[in-house]
């Protein structure tokens, strides 16, 4: 009867011990998260650049265990026939063109010393189309850039694009212009209306 005792009592200590165990190393669980969660936030999160130069080079710093040091491997220099590699190429946008019911207007633009009765080789055109406005009317300003092969250089020419205000724009000068000046009379009917 009292080894039964002992052993209910052995038990019972081993189980609460047991318990503190677990209560510990769950606690210690909970602040290793958190250290990691900080630890990316510093390197990952928003203005990670000032938190780098804590660094040394580029590691965390962990603590050491003097009865385990860490083992060190060492590298090895693997040799990789060469291969040719496929470049993606990049997906651009691809603008949608403007209704084909738009008047178009069309200019044409030659390569200084060029024009249609050149005896060069002509190779190509690049089309540019931009939206204008006329008072009350839109219309397509349709550049087109004529390509020729230049027997000289052996290789390509083209005609110089007009400088325009928004060079990857789609929009031309009178449209935009347009466009400011009605923002302006609205912000000034709206500011005059608050008052």
């Known amino acids: 009867m009292i080894e039964t005792q002992d052993l209910l009592l052995e038990n019972q200590i081993l189980k609460q011990e047991l318990r503190q165990v677990k209560e510990t190393s769950q606690s210690e669980i909970t602040y290793l998260k958190y250290q990691l969660d900080q630890l990316k936030r510093r390197g990952f999160g928003a203005k990670s650049e000032r938190f780098l130069s804590m660094l040394n080079a580029g590691q965390l710093a962990l603590p050491i265990d003097d009865e385990n040091p860490p083992v060190v491997e060492k590298e090895e220099t693997v040799t990789v026939e060469a291969h040719d590699r496929k470049k993606k190429k990049k ?17 044409k633009i030659y390569p200084a010393g060029f024009d249609e009765n050149s005896e060069e080789k002509l190779i190509g055109e690049e089309v540019t189309e931009i939206l204008e406005e006329i008072p009350g009317k ?9 390509k020729f092969a230049n027997k000289e250089t052996g290789g390509g020419v083209i005609g110089e694009l007009p400088s325009r205000v928004n060079e990857k724009g789609m929009f031309g000068e009178s449209l935009l212009t347009r466009i400011i000046i009605d923002s302006i009379i609205s912000n000034q009917h709206s500011a005059h209306n608050n008052q």
């Open 91 to 107: 997906n651009h946008p691809i603008r949608k063109p403007f209704p084909v019911d738009l008047p178009r207007e069309v200019e």
């Open 138 to 146: 839109f219309y397509v300003r349709q550049i087109i850039r004529y």
